[in-house]
T-cell receptor, first 110, second 113 residues
Framework: GQQLNQSPQSMFIQEGEDVSMNCTSS?????WLWYKQDPGEGPVLLIA?????ELTSNGRLTAQFGITRKDSFLNISASIPSDVGIYFC??????????FGPGTRLSVLP | DSGVTQTPKHLITATGQRVTLRCSPR?????VYWYQQSLDQGLQFLIQ???????AKGNILERFSAQQFPDLHSELNLSSLELGDSALYFC????????????FGPGTRLTVL
């Protein structure tokens, strides 16, 4: 079946640093999504990408839909303690059969 | 608060038992999705309903079933429970069948002893 890979699996950064993470797939998707999950809570949608090559920002977060439609990237600028959590990418075609990556666990050191 | 509610929050039961998890989507959302998240794992898509009809099926075991009722709430039924079924079960809703922006509930933590 379809699988997504996320890298890195986990990262420890200093407060104020920028963060980059990516998500790759063996299959093409026409929509990419990035979610953040805090411990014990449901994922929260951060950014949705609908077009290959698209670059979308949400505050300090910027995500890009790769031109091959098989990858996506998420950047967080000037990290703060509340950025701690697990970041999941997800791919879907026409809103069906959502596939989630295993997540990138982010820790921010003060 | 996403507007999606799930009950119960926690559920502890024994192997071989059957449980029902309940989800109420955001007001106006027609699609409901169910996911399973095992410890330190990603989300596994189980099943999607749209306006009462099954729309898509993922990695859902035959021991599991779901339905969406006329008032759009959904239930996930898990039967003949095994230890490996212990997980967080999330429900998400979106605006229509093609809506991709899903809003997740707080989850139900199922523990099978």
């Amino acid at each position: 079946g379809q699988q997504l890979n996320q890298s890195p699996q986990s990262m420890f950064i200093q407060e104020g640093e920028d963060v980059s993470m990516n998500c790759t797939s063996s299959s093409i998707f026409n929509t990419w999504l990035w979610y953040k999950q805090d411990p014990g809570e449901g994922p929260v949608l951060l950014i949705a990408l609908y077009k290959a090559g698209e670059l979308t920002s949400n505050g300090r977060l910027t995500a890009q839909f790769g031109i091959t439609r098989k990858d996506s990237f998420l950047n967080i600028s000037a990290s703060i303690p509340s950025d701690v959590g697990i970041y999941f990418c997800a791919g879907t075609n026409y809103g069906q059969n959502f596939v989630f990556g295993p997540g990138t666990r982010l820790s921010v050191l003060p | 608060d996403s507007g999606v509610t799930q009950t119960p929050k926690h559920l502890i039961t024994a192997t071989g038992q059957r449980v029902t998890l309940r989800c109420s989507p955001r007001s106006g959302d027609l699609s409901v999705y169910w996911y399973q998240q095992s410890l330190d794992q990603g989300l596994q898509f189980l099943i999607q309903y749209y306006n009462g009809e099954e729309r898509a099926k993922g990695n859902i075991l035959e021991r599991f079933s779901a339905q969406q009722f006329p008032d759009l709430h959904s239930e996930l039924n898990l039967s003949s429970l095994e230890l490996g079924d212990s997980a967080l079960y999330f429900c998400a809703s979106s605006g229509d069948g093609g809506g991709v922006e899903q809003f997740f509930g707080p989850g139900t933590r199922l523990t099978v002893l």
